[in-house]
């Protein structure tokens, strides 16, 4: 071998050898940076969520956290074995304060739409709801949502919510009165001072549940929308963590209802071995729903 093709080895082995340098810094970074390492380091986990969405998310007697959701965050804890610290906010600084580092993830009911994607990153779907309509009484005999694209109708809706968003694409030609609180829309709908509230299906009839006497809703969804976990983006290890936790969750692949489950979850014993997502589901779906229409 000439001198010449002795240094285009060397330098070809060099060139290897910094990619690979270069390769194992770069993945090493993206380690330690993931907040996936940081949880583990932390030995805490901090969720963001909001309260006050039946039955997911809500607040029990005492004041502790409760719901679907928050059975969810603390499944997803104690898989990471870690502490679980809930962080409760507003519904409007919900996903800002994820976007600044508030904390590691918001689960919340939140839909996967197309425009939140644009600034949070968001887990393969865990649930999936539509939007219904609660319906006042002084607006008898709607039979289909589409009965309420109507100018003579006025529609109260959360702000920037899914439903704020289905309302003026779909009931454009009503009155869309925009609100900040779930239980001011609802009060106004009781009321009569709003013919009917846009919002989530299983929400809407717990407040069938709450005022039999003044509402109505029917059985119809004008959407339907895949939820998930939302966290920042550019971190592919936790995201391809929680995809993991969420596909073995909903096919019970490994997360199976167990004795321990029945205990600290109260779910019902007849579920053991089945998926725990089931377990729940029936808990808060069918059981505690039911228990707040008996009150």
């Not at 702000?159 to 454009?172: D, K, M, P």
Request: charged share 20%; net charge negative; glycine share 10%.
């Amino acid at each position: 071998m000439t001198g010449k093709g002795v240094w285009k080895g060397l330098l070809v082995g060099l060139s290897i050898l910094l990619l690979s340098v270069l390769a194992f810094g770069q993945t090493q970074g993206l380690i330690d940076d993931s907040v996936l390492t940081k949880v583990l380091d932390r030995g805490a986990l901090k969720v963001g969520t909001n309260l006050g969405y039946v039955p997911y998310e809500m607040m029990d007697e005492r004041g502790n956290a409760i719901g679907f959701d928050i059975d969810l965050a603390r499944l997803v804890a104690e898989e990471l074995g870690v502490e679980l610290q809930l962080v409760i906010v507003d519904w409007q600084g919900l996903l800002a304060g994820l976007t600044v580092g508030k904390y590691d993830l918001v689960i919340c009911g939140l839909g996967r739409t197309l425009e939140r994607a644009k600034r949070l990153a968001f887990t393969k779907p865990y649930d999936s709801i539509g939007q219904s309509a609660l319906i006042s009484n002084r607006l008898p005999g709607i039979t289909n949502l589409e009965e309420l694209n109507s100018p003579d109708v006025t529609i109260a809706v959360m702000q920037g919510t899914t439903g704020h968003l289905a309302a003026e694409r779909l009931l454009s030609k009503a009155q869309i009165r925009q609100l900040t609180e779930r239980e001011e829309a609802a009060m106004l709908v009781a009321q009569g001072r709003v013919d009917a509230m846009l919002f989530d299906a299983p929400l809407v009839r717990f407040y069938t549940y709450k005022y039999p006497d003044t509402t109505y809703m029917v059985d119809q969804v004008l959407t339907y929308e895949p939820l998930g976990f939302a966290l920042r983006w550019g971190d592919p290890m936790w995201l391809g963590w929680l995809d993991l936790f969420v596909e073995n969750l909903t096919s019970g692949a490994f997360l199976e209802t167990t004795d321990e489950v029945v205990d600290k979850y109260g779910v019902d014993p007849s579920f053991l071995g089945k998926p725990i997502y089931e377990a729940l589901k029936h808990k808060w779906f069918e059981v505690w729903m039911g228990e707040q229409a008996r009150q």
